[in-house]
């Protein structure tokens, strides 16, 4: 079961680039990296997911070296309504009959000020 | 597209007493999740089901804690008896076979006193 470490908190401004790393050394083979975002009184919401190398969508971009053990969201020109927890989960893709057993650390707090 | 669906939205009952939350999951969404998310932590995976079947209840406390899906569908979570830790945010979630990418409900924010 891979264990995720990512900073607690974090702080920006508007329209910077925040860059947030997310340790995991003992991922899988079969494992993808998936981030999630969490607004107050919300339930968690899916940003992107990636195997390796880069992967782009509208909202972020996500940076996978090729060992695998650890992977970078990438949040361009963050604005206010960008604050909020994000969380970096690491489990296989499909579903499978054991559980994925995709498990959400305490994440991080982002803070973005004017 | 309809979400995640869950009630209550709050609900406060003493310790000992019971208390069950429902579900509705995205319409064709196989696999459901529920999760307990304490206040300052992340949520925590209480049961997975694949269809009606359970495929992961590993860290449901299950001397107090229930959960079943009827018909694959709904799903209702329930706590007998309620102690004051259980005090949360009870998540629901769905997916397709792709579980990582869940849907999450708006939750309901379980006081224990």
């Known amino acids: 079961l891979a264990k995720t470490t990512q900073p607690i908190s974090m702080d920006s401004y508007e329209g910077q680039e925040v860059n947030i790393t997310c340790s995991h050394n003992?991922?899988?083979?079969?494992?993808?990296i998936t981030w999630y975002q969490q607004f107050p009184s919300q339930g968690p919401r899916f940003i992107i997911q990636?195997?390796?190398t880069k992967v782009t969508n509208e909202v972020a971009s996500l940076f996978i070296p090729a060992d695998r053990k650890s992977s970078t969201l990438s949040l361009p020109r963050v604005s206010l309504s960008d604050t909020a927890v994000y969380y970096c989960?690491?489990?296989?893709?499909?579903?499978?009959?054991?559980?994925?057993?995709?498990?959400f650390g305490t994440g991080t707090q982002l803070k973005v000020e004017l | 597209e309809a979400g995640v669906a869950q009630s209550p939205r709050y609900k406060i009952i003493e310790k000992r007493q019971s208390v069950a939350f429902w579900c509705n999951p995205i319409s064709g969404h196989a696999t459901l999740y529920w999760y307990q998310q304490i206040l300052g932590q992340g949520p925590k995976l209480l049961i997975q089901f694949q269809n009606n079947g359970v495929v992961d209840d590993s860290q449901l406390p299950k001397d107090r804690f229930s959960a079943e899906r009827l018909k694959g569908v709904d799903s209702t979570l329930k706590i007998q008896p309620a102690k004051l830790e259980d005090s949360a945010v009870y998540l629901c979630?769905?997916?397709?076979?792709?579980?990582?990418?869940?849907?999450f409900g708006p939750g309901t924010r379980l006081t224990v006193t």
């Open positions: 989960l690491v489990g296989e893709a499909r579903v499978t009959g054991g559980g994925n057993k995709l498990t």
């Open positions: 979630a769905s997916s397709t076979d792709r579980a990582y990418e869940q849907y």
């Open positions: 990636g195997y390796k």
């Open positions: 003992n991922i899988a083979t079969n494992d993808y």
